[in-house]
């Protein structure tokens, strides 16, 4: 009984968290500082809520040098102003619909550092809102774990090519590759955002250098940097994963 309730409870944080905010038209505070027309092609169909979370999508590619860059991962990220957490939850791939999974990856490709109208005419039928977005590769992924020192996963002290090599492909098998990416994440945001590594200019130019987001998450990612100078460590939380090893099942909580 306790651990129904208890995805229960998960099931409806993320589903609150995911469901798009259709109750009229809302205004962005973030469109008095950028031009809303260029953001017009990354816009979801449902309304952005008037209010202090931002979320942004999260997407990883193969080699984003590439205009074929293939697509491995999609996360959204949610953040309230002054919150102590980020919650991640898996998009891409899913382990329940394997055609949306195909659909997704051959509508991605990268123009002209964006990603294509077609993959935001997939993403727009999603039931949910974001901000903004942020990819990575893995070369890119790579040098910021690098740059890190290196992060612990499942007790071992790791580089950023075993890190990034240690993730299975979603074509092999996508449970499994969520799982690990979820690992990842996790030892990542444990070095990030706890304070832990050499100075936080470091990682804003390293995250500046090797990702590409738009304008208004790049303001984001440093709003946070400085909460974290100022208020102290973020948490990332996983509310609807959980994990035991790189290899085992990924299971609800």
């Known amino acids: 009984m306790m651990f129904i309730r208890m995805l229960l409870l998960s099931s409806v944080f993320a589903t609150a968290l995911l469901m798009g905010y259709k109750a009229g038209e809302t205004i962005d505070p973030l469109d008095e500082i950028f031009d ?40 959204l990220a949610a953040h309230v102003e002054n919150s102590t957490h980020i919650t991640l939850i898996p998009v891409f791939p899913s382990s329940e619909n394997s055609d949306q999974n195909l659909i997704l990856s051959d509508s991605f490709s990268i123009e002209q550092d964006i990603p294509s109208e077609a993959f935001w005419e997939e993403m727009r039928k999603e039931n949910f ?40 492909s979603w074509k092999d098998n996508a449970q499994i590759a969520v799982g690990q990416q979820r690992i990842l994440f996790d030892s990542v945001c444990d070095r990030i955002f706890t304070g832990q590594f050499p100075s936080l200019k470091t990682i804003h130019d390293s995250l500046d250098q090797n990702f590409l987001a738009d304008a208004r998450t ?27 090893s790189s290899n085992t099942e990924i299971t609800p909580e």
């Open 218 to 244: 790049k303001a984001f990612i440093a709003n946070l940097i400085a909460n974290i100078k100022n208020n102290g460590s973020i948490a990332c939380n996983f509310p609807t994963l959980t994990h035991r």
């Open 129 to 168: 809102w974001w901000k903004g977005y942020f990819i990575s590769d893995k070369d890119s992924t790579i040098r910021v774990i690098d740059s890190l020192g290196g992060i612990e996963m499942q007790n071992q002290q790791l580089d950023g090519l075993q890190a990034v090599s240690s993730v299975t």
């Open 36 to 75: 809303n027309r260029i953001y017009s092609k990354i816009m979801p169909s449902v309304a952005i809520p008037n209010n202090d979370q931002f979320n942004i999508l999260i997407i990883g590619v193969d080699d984003m040098n590439r205009s074929d860059a293939q697509l491995e991962s999609i996360w």
